[in-house]
């Protein structure tokens, strides 16, 4: 059996399975990856100055896991010919002997994605790799993704947690998402815009809107709106919603623009 396999699978952390630990070049301290690196220094780090995150392409030197000779960075350790990471990259100073992850390094993310190459595709606008979904089927917005999640404030572009693009082309990590669904939160966060198909919803406040004739006090006042989804301004008859005491008013155009006090996609100004 050649040496290059001998442990595989059998050495690394919660992280990665791989065969040796990296020398930090920040604080020279030895970790299995750079995330067990970034939990000591920040997470368990009491002293705010001593906080921070390993610069991932400054690794220099590793230390196989199976002979333990600190050396300088390649795949195939150099005293005993043990490979320490089937998936390697040498730009990015990584390893995994987890494959089926389908590792690939982006050249203009400048950094290891997961997923298999084939599925994404690199977006210059957006500034980062997209499934291939999303080909021209997505709406580019400058450095979409170099930027933090609008819900949780980490960093995105480098996030190791699925991201979501919704249709307005700004991004979310997907479980934050998840999170405002959950919320009944149906805007994106920055620009008010509907992040999800929202006909559904419409369609019930139709029915509502029909089932609910108007008191007398409120039956001529006109509310402006503007729609954050369609960018249109109009003056309409408003409806207040007796079923949900929650919204005020509500009121909508032939093309649905909804006028609701939780339904940011809309600014709200009442005549
Ligand atoms: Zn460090
Ligand atoms: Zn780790
Ligand atoms: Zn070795
Ligand atoms: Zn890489
Ligand atoms: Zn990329
Ligand atoms: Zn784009
Ligand atoms: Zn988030
Ligand atoms: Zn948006």
């Given at each position: 059996m050649s040496r290059l396999t001998v442990g595989i699978g059998d050495y690394g952390c919660v992280h990665y399975r791989r065969r040796c630990r990296i020398r930090s070049p920040c604080c020279g301290k030895v970790f299995s990856c750079r995330h067990c690196h970034n939990d000591a220094m920040n997470l368990n780090e009491r002293d705010p100055s001593k906080r921070h995150d390993l610069p991932r392409h400054s690794v220099e030197r590793v230390i196989c896991s199976l002979c333990g000779s600190e050396q300088e960075v390649s795949q195939v350790c150099k005293k005993c010919q043990v490979c320490m990471g089937e998936y390697f990259c040498e730009t990015c100073k990584f390893f995994d002997d987890d494959t089926t992850k389908n590792q690939f390094h982006c050249v203009s993310c400048g950094i290891c994605r997961v997923g298999g190459k084939d599925n994404f595709f690199h977006c210059e606008k957006c500034g980062c790799c997209y499934s291939i979904q999303l080909q021209k089927r997505h709406f580019c917005v400058e450095n979409a993704m170099h930027h933090n999640c609008p819900v949780c404030f980490n960093y995105l572009f480098d996030s190791v947690d699925q991201i979501a693009v919704m249709p307005c082309g700004h991004t979310i990590h997907a479980f934050c998402l998840t999170d405002m669904y959950r919320h009944s939160q149906y805007s994106c966060p920055m620009c008010s815009k509907s992040v999800c198909d929202?006909?559904?919803?419409?369609?019930?406040?139709?029915?509502?809107?029909?089932?609910?004739?108007?008191?007398?006090?409120?039956?001529?006042?006109?509310?402006?709106?503007?729609?954050?989804?369609?960018?249109?301004?109009?003056?309409?008859?408003?409806?207040?919603?007796?079923?949900m005491p929650s919204m005020w008013f509500l009121q909508y155009s032939a093309d649905y623009c909804w006028l609701i006090k939780f339904f940011p996609q809309l600014i709200v100004q009442i005549l």
């Open positions: 929202m006909s559904s919803m419409w369609d019930t406040l139709d029915r509502e809107v029909a089932a609910t004739p108007m008191p007398d006090i409120y039956r001529d006042k006109m509310v402006w709106i503007l729609c954050n989804d369609c960018g249109e301004s109009s003056s309409l008859f408003s409806h207040y919603c007796s079923e």
